[in-house]
């Protein structure tokens, strides 16, 4: 059964799963505190969790059992995957794909058309467990265009520059240039984007100018 809090506003053409729950006040607000907002053609699926305070755009979609937390500003055409956890105050840009099982922590930045992998985990703590950390708490901030390849982890304040690439595996430690593509660990940069080939001839130049093989 699905559970609705107060204050919630959902557009039209709905598809909520079962066990769904949207607008669940967090710790130290009420029922109805905080406005959650979900515009047209969502499709919020089953198991997932949506606390309150949300902001939403057209076109939002989620698999099974995701969870995101209050106070987020999501955009049009975001898809969030199954079992992925965004923290709160998270910035998340139109046309976002955040693939399964990543980690979005607070204060993260999401540019428009950014690609996260999945099993991707962001980080925001400096220094875990000091008493002054949540004063310095602050994600990566991932610049239109960038993608992170799958099984990454950015370390906190990081930036991905707009089109950027990071290779599968990667650790980040240090802020990577637009239109590089980085990997390893510690990350490195060993090229361009619009160097890549691909490896099935379909595409000239599958990241940069896209074009098609004539």
Not at 31 to 60: E, M, P, Q, W
Not at 195 to 204: I, Y
Request: proline share 5%; hydrophobic share 30%.
């Amino acid at each position: 059964m699905k559970k609705i809090y107060k204050n919630v506003s959902i557009g039209k053409n709905a598809n909520i799963g079962e066990s769904v729950i949207i607008g669940c006040p967090p710790q130290g607000k009420k029922d109805g505190d905080l406005k959650t907002v979900i515009g047209d053609n969502c499709t919020v699926r089953s198991g997932t969790i949506l606390y309150a305070g949300n902001t939403i755009g057209n076109n939002f979609c989620t698999g099974h059992n995701t969870v995101i937390r209050e106070e987020n500003k999501i955009g049009n055409d975001v898809s969030i995957g199954t079992l992925t956890c965004v923290e709160h105050h998270v910035e998340i840009k139109d046309g976002v794909r955040i693939h399964s099982q990543a980690f979005v922590p607070e204060y993260s930045i999401l540019e428009e058309a950014s690609w996260i992998g999945p099993n991707v985990v962001f980080t925001n703590a400096l220094h875990p467990q000091c008493p002054k950390v949540k004063k310095c708490l602050k994600g990566p901030h991932v610049k239109r265009g960038a993608k992170i390849g799958a099984n990454s982890t950015l370390l906190p304040y990081i930036v991905i520059g707009e089109g950027a690439l990071i290779g599968a595996g990667s650790v980040v430690v240090r802020d990577i240039p637009k239109e590089k593509v980085a990997c390893g660990n510690p990350a490195r940069i060993i090229k361009k984007t619009n160097e890549l080939k691909c490896k099935q001839g379909l595409t000239v130049k599958p990241y940069g100018q896209n074009e098609r093989k004539k």
